[in-house]
Antibody, heavy 119, light 107 residues
Framework: QVQLVQSGAEVKKPGASVKVSCKASGYTFSTYGISWVRQAPGQGLEWMGWISAYNGNTDKAQKFQGRVTMTTDTSTSTAYMEMRSLRSDDTAVYYC????????????WGQGTLVTVSS | EIVLTQSPGTLSLSPGERATLSCRASQAIINSYLAWYQQKPGQAPRLLIYGASNRATGIPDRFSGSGSGTDFTLTISRLEPEDFAVYYCQQYGYSVTFGQGTRLEIK
């Protein structure tokens, strides 16, 4: 069965960086993409961007361009999301989700990774 | 950016009743690229409906979606206790955006 398993919770200071991993299993990793979505405490869902595991192409929401890097490692079927210059309002649960490509919904989700930014 | 507005913000119903949730887009969504997700506390969202009206794998047939253009609806025909959760609509036809969510609570 399809599974996306994310790395554990992180606590970071303002200005630091964080890298969240998302390990996929149960399907051919390189034939799908991975989207990243975050959810601040008590708030709704915010799409950050996606990466094609086939060719590494990415597309990110404008507010994350320049501060977020998305990568994949097809040898380990793992996707990564790195965010720099963290601020307190980046405190959120970060989810990865599988996507077939552009114009497809997110059909499987990771369990989420809580990133807390606090001095 | 396409803005999705969900209504109502909170819906209070009893098990066995019918739930109707609305999602309105600021501009027409191409090819009805509109999905609905269910999220329970402490859990990741789960895909219910895609393409406005197609049930995802394993989703009970009491869940149905309809609509086109700018107006979409999620209907739960007969509420079960496990259906009380937050529901989000999402458009994936022009970048990706989510609605703010509708909380479905037990009356």
């Amino acid at each position: 069965q399809v599974q996306l398993v994310q790395s554990g919770a992180e606590v970071k200071k303002p200005g630091a960086s964080v890298k969240v991993s998302c390990k996929a299993s149960g399907y051919t990793f390189s034939t799908y993409g991975i989207s990243w979505v975050r959810q601040a405490p008590g708030q709704g869902l915010e799409w950050m961007g996606w990466i094609s595991a086939y060719n590494g192409n990415t597309d990110k929401a404008q507010k994350f361009q320049g501060r977020v890097t998305m990568t994949t490692d097809t040898s380990t079927s793992t996707a990564y999301m790195e965010m720099r210059s963290l601020r307190s309002d980046d405190t959120a649960v970060y989810y990865c989700a599988r996507v077939s490509g552009w114009y497809w919904p997110f059909d499987h989700w990771g369990q989420g990774t809580l990133v807390t930014v606090s001095s | 950016e396409i803005v999705l507005t969900q209504s109502p913000g909170t819906l209070s119903l009893s098990p066995g009743e019918r739930a109707t949730l609305s999602c309105r887009a600021s501009q027409a969504i191409i090819n009805s690229y509109l999905a609905w997700y269910q999220q329970k506390p402490g859990q990741a969202p789960r895909l219910l409906i895609y393409g406005a009206s197609n049930r995802a794998t394993g989703i009970p047939d009491r869940f149905s979606g309809s609509g086109s253009g700018t107006d979409f609806t999620l209907t739960i025909s007969r509420l079960e206790p496990e259906d009380f959760a937050v529901y989000y609509c999402q458009q994936y036809g022009y970048s990706v955006t989510f609605g703010q969510g509708t909380r479905l609570e037990i009356k």
